[in-house]
């Protein structure tokens, strides 16, 4: 461990030759100041300087399991000797096995993955995949979205990250999100919007269902501030799907392996899509690992059909070693359940936290993926920031962040909202840790209350 002069002298070197050699994403260039990471372990990281910083946001949401998990380095390790690397044409031990394990652990009759190296891939497959099998053309996709940064992905996304590299994939139309907090249609109850099928079918009506390919969705909605569709969203939108021959595709890359305390976030609402996207929490990260995972009927169809999709990383054996190993784990030390039982803890303490702060305007979430969202004014609901906020205007958010980090908590915000997302595997010790430090930067967000 570098808590010396000398660890310190290296830490600045890498961040200098950082940001002078490596283009960092989603930045600003010369606003960066990236932490130089020298090692992480379980729920913790650690920097050159010495400091240790609770991971509350599992980085990007996707080390679930914890950082330096022994059983999925030693499968890494193990794999590596083994073999590898090896190209998309042959079999493999890791590959076929943790095939099998996807199709066990998935719901349904979800049977046959395509490897990726991210979510992004995994969702392009899909589109291309949902388009070829239909025959349509058209994709919907919601507002309050964020499928990836190539091109297909970005278009998809509905977010503000899609602007820069538009115009995009053609026959991308866009519906609105079950956004309850504050919803489109302006809260009447039932609202056609929030209880999706009714709007799903109104956007249908103007676009014909006829050229429509498939409904593009993330299950519990993540940076785009961790939105929990009510009871009888998903099910509706999976009716009106199936009433119009239009493929569901769930894109559970943030929201899928145990993040929201199932399996896999539509296992709350015993939904079955076509088509299911991972990526993230399949292996945490630990090599890029993405999979399009698809419904029997469909795995049969393309049987005796030339699958036109392919990547030279597909099904690597680093990666799908670290999956197995990564499932394996999971099973064996009950990490879903596990985030289940924290979901409950956060839906109580973090309620406590919006008594004690009026910056708290929302609380929502599921298992280990909860959001704050942060306002300056309770009844008007004004967000503390405004939407889209950047720079100057970003800056309440940002001191919550800097306070938090102060404190030893590393937090994800985006937005007007704090994500709370720590990997599963968080102990109730940690979690108090954590929670001790978010009081605490809350009460910068409070200074800005009207
Ligand atoms: C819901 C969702 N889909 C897709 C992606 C893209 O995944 P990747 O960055 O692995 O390409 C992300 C990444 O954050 C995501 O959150």
Known sequence: MATTETGAALGRQIVEDAKKYVLYSWSVQDAINPIAVERAEGRYFWDYDGNRYLDFASQLVNVSIGHSHPKVVQA????AEQLATIGPPMATESRSRLGKLLAEITPGDLQMSFFTNGGAEANENA???ARWYTGRHKIIARYRSYHGATGGAMTLTGDPRRWPAEPGLPGVVRMFDPYT???PAGHPDPCPVCT??????????YEGAHTVAAVILETVTGTNGIIVPPDGYLQSIRETCDKHGILLIADEVMAGFGRTGKWFAVDNWNVVPD?????????????PLGAMVVRKPIADWMRDKYFAGGLTYSGHPLACASGVASIEAFQEE?????????GEIFA???AKLAERHPSIGDVRGLGCFWGLELVKDRETREPLVPFNASGEAAKPMAAVMKRALDRGLYLMTHWNVVMCCPPLTIT????????AALDDALSVADEFVA
Do not use: F, M, W
């Open 275 to 287: 088509i299911l996207t991972v990526a993230k929490g399949i292996n945490s990260g630990y090599v």
């Open 428 to 435: 109730r010790e940690e979690l108090d840790e954590a929670l």
């Open 334 to 342: 009950g990490i879903v359940e596990q985030a289940a039982a924290t």
């Open 127 to 129: 589109i291309k995949l």
């Open 196 to 205: 999706g099928g009714p709007h799903l079918e109104e956007i249908l009506q």
């Open 76 to 79: 890494i390790k193990d794999q």
């Open 348 to 350: 109580t303490e973090l």
């Open 181 to 183: 907090y504050r919803c």
